[in-house]
């Protein structure tokens, strides 16, 4: 399983940015793929989850209405789109196949500034 990360950066509040999750290595229409995040010294986090075919999503209270996730089956991508971001939403952002971050990537940096 590989699970490659992009698209965060700085961003001011209110900001939007949009990340994508790059799979391979495994069957990725048959799996829930998740995002979570790990602000600074914080733990884990979860965000959001999309199911294998793309119809069903779930968010973590703080995020809804604000963050989309979708995917695309055909280029084994994950996306999260990130509107009205807060302060709060500044940390390491990866995807992964649970809740808790399994087999997560290196991450994409969202840094968002007042």
């Known amino acids: 399983v590989q ?14 940015l ?21 602000a600074p010294g914080k ?6 989850t999309i199911s294998p075919d793309g119809f069903s999503a779930d968010y973590l209270g703080r995020v809804l209405g604000r963050f989309t996730i979708s995917r ?3 280029e084994n991508t994950v996306y999260l789109q990130m509107n009205s971001l807060k302060v ?17 990537g290196q991450g994409t940096q969202v840094i968002v500034s007042s």
């Open 3 to 16: 699970l490659e990360e992009s698209g965060g950066g700085l961003v001011q509040s209110g900001g939007s």
């Open 18 to 38: 949009n990340l994508s999750c790059a799979a391979s290595g495994f069957l990725f229409s048959s799996f829930f793929i998740h995002w979570v995040r790990q």
């Open 43 to 48: 733990g884990l986090e979860w965000v959001a």
């Open 72 to 74: 695309d089956n055909a």
């Open 88 to 104: 709060e939403d500044t940390a390491l952002y990866y995807c992964a196949t649970s809740r808790l971050g399994a087999d997560r």
